[in-house]
């Protein structure tokens, strides 16, 4: 048997040195490491986008803050990764993702199991740093098993990319700009008139927040599985 | 020792976080060795007493008598306590404004309504309505922010005693929103 050759890079995270397979992202190589970054947007096993901006960290020599999920690590790296100047970074970056639409988390139905409420928790945040937005968008109710509330959105993007990437439908992406973006299912239609998707329920399950629910649950009782999506893709690469 | 002055009051809210301030039971006995209650929902006294040292405030600002007793409160008081979800998020004080005001008037005063005889919203002797429901923060400096819906009384007896010993609080392990 020959052994695939394995290149790898020697790097600083947070003043401990470590060493990854050389096309490892920060954050993968943190988690190998037990390093806590925050993160919303990324799902262990899916493609990395860098959208909610809560696994900033920093590199020396670079002014700028790098998202951990989508920078690949490098050769002598120093990252740090809970800095009081990131510290104070995440709380307005969850600032803005709270107050950019209504969560309103005391009638959600994902209150006391959510993502974005619990980084509120972790990172100290009591209160939005800045003013709420309050825009309205209209909730779509037409699946008979799974409903969808863009005002709890905050645009992860993880069930456009768990249905396309492990379901292969493609059935959601985003529509609109800023604000205004908001999940469809294929051309801006009713879910239930999807021709794509197959109610598979995954979107439902990866999704951070209550804003993809199980029809039928009230507020606090919508507990999602989305550790069954990722052992899916485990084992699916593990054959 | 001179007793801390402090005031609660009741805006747009439930009152539910009065009602958890009541919840820490025989706690109250023990906040009341260290502080005068000056004005609140719990007393009688009409108007806001000057050199309040904390006053706790629930709900959100919803009319423009909330804007104007706020600034009073702000003015009157050295430290003020957001307490609850309404009061430091807008909470569902704040769902109002997904539909606007003049919705909500419309459908509270006319098309749930089986007389009404004036054809009017009611504009006497009543607040008049803000455009937009708003957390404290958004019109005055709040100092300590306390979530919850309603907080629980552990969060609220813990916060009063942090800042009665001038000790800091972490407040995210007591509290958070929508609890």
């Known amino acids: 048997m020959i052994k695939e050759k394995v290149r790898v890079k020697t790097l600083k995270i947070n003043d401990m040195d470590v060493t990854a397979k050389s096309n490892a992202t920060i954050l993968e190589v943190a988690n190998e490491q037990g390093i806590t970054i925050p993160s919303l947007c990324y799902l262990e096993g899916l493609s990395c986008v860098g959208a909610c901006r809560l696994c900033l960290v920093e590199v020396k020599g670079s002014s700028k803050l790098v998202p951990a999920c989508t920078s690949k690590i490098k050769d002598g790296m120093e990252v740090m990764t809970n800095s009081p100047r990131i510290q104070k970074h995440r709380k307005m970056i969850l600032s803005m993702i709270f107050a950019e639409r209504t969560h309103t988390c005391s009638v959600c139905v994902s209150n006391g199991h959510c993502e974005l409420q619990n980084q509120a928790i972790e990172q100290g945040l009591e209160h939005s740093e800045v003013a709420y937005i309050h825009q309205k968008f209209d909730i779509d109710a037409s699946h008979p098993s799974y409903m969808y509330d863009p005002n709890r959105c905050i645009l992860c993007t993880r069930c456009v990319r768990v249905c396309d990437e492990v379901e292969g439908a493609h059935a959601l992406d985003i529509f609109g700009r800023g604000i205004e973006s908001k999940i469809i299912h294929d051309m801006d239609e009713p879910w239930i008139d999807s021709q794509s998707c197959t109610s598979c329920g995954k979107c439902v399950q990866v999704c951070p927040t209550g804003a993809l629910f199980e029809k039928g649950v009230s507020a606090t009782e919508m507990t999602k599985k989305k550790e069954i999506v990722i052992k899916l893709i485990q084992t699916r690469k593990e054959r | ?179």
């Open chain 2, 1 to 179: 020792m001179k007793k801390v002055r402090v005031a609660t009051i009741w805006l747009d809210g439930c009152s539910g976080c009065h009602m958890s301030f009541l919840d820490m039971d025989e706690r109250l006995l023990e906040i009341a060795q260290k502080i005068d209650l000056v004005y609140s929902p719990y007393v009688d006294q009409k108007e806001i007493p000057e050199d309040i040292d904390l006053f706790i405030v629930e709900g959100a600002l919803s009319t423009d008598h909330d804007l104007e007793i706020i600034k009073i409160i702000r003015k009157n008081s050295k430290k003020i306590l957001a307490l609850g979800d309404c009061a430091v998020t807008g909470n569902i004080s704040a769902m109002k404004n997904l539909f606007g005001t003049e919705a909500v008037l419309k459908k509270g005063y006319f098309d749930l309504v089986d007389l009404n005889a004036t054809g009017h919203y009611p504009s006497k002797m009543i607040p008049k309505l803000l455009d937009k429901v708003i957390p404290l923060n958004e019109a005055i400096k709040v100092d300590f922010f306390v979530p919850g819906c309603p907080t629980p009384a552990d969060a609220i007896y813990e916060v009063i005693q942090g800042i009665l010993e001038e000790r800091p609080v972490n407040i995210s392990t007591l509290t958070r929103f929508g609890k």
